[in-house]
């Protein structure tokens, strides 16, 4: 008898990731809260499904699982979807390595950012997230939990 959902073993996350600031033109940056740990605001981030897969797709992959925004619509086309150009190699924090392979240490990390317009609808996934705030951009730097996250958003002026 094959092994139900709740028994097969999730495979390995890949320790390559992305990282988006999603902003609006004014520059207020959308954080989420962690659904595992409350107090903990971020960006919308995600790893690679495969290898393979290309970092702008798993940046749209990853915004529209997290926020329901879908970049390619006519209200948020491809375009406002930037890749900054940075990577962030980071310590994995020790409460979530047992998701990477034995050994996994650090993660590479790629910032975009998504310009969304003032005002679009967020649909949080309950699993991952618990609640939004849309935060001038230098509040937002100083709530995420993530030194890295909070520095790409310092640096939002700069790519806008």
Known sequence: MPPT???TPRPFKIP?????????????VLLIERADKP???????????????????????EV????????????VPLTALRDWQLANLYEIYPVWRHRYAPGVTQNTEHVFGLRVPAGTPITLSPREH????????????DRCFSPS???AILQLPRFA
Request: aromatic share 8%; charged share 20%; net charge negative.
């Open 5 to 7: 959902a709740a028994e």
């Open 16 to 28: 390559e990731s992305v990282l988006v600031v999603i902003h609006t033109p004014a520059l207020e």
């Open 39 to 61: 107090g903990f605001w971020q960006s919308v981030t995600g790893s690679k499904d495969s290898l393979d897969e290309p970092l702008t797709e798993t940046a749209v992959r």
């Open 64 to 75: 529209f699982e997290e926020t329901g925004i879908v970049v390619g619509s006519d209200s």
């Open 130 to 141: 618990t609640a939004l705030a849309w935060l001038p951009w230098q509040e937002a730097a």
């Open 149 to 151: 996250n909070a520095e």
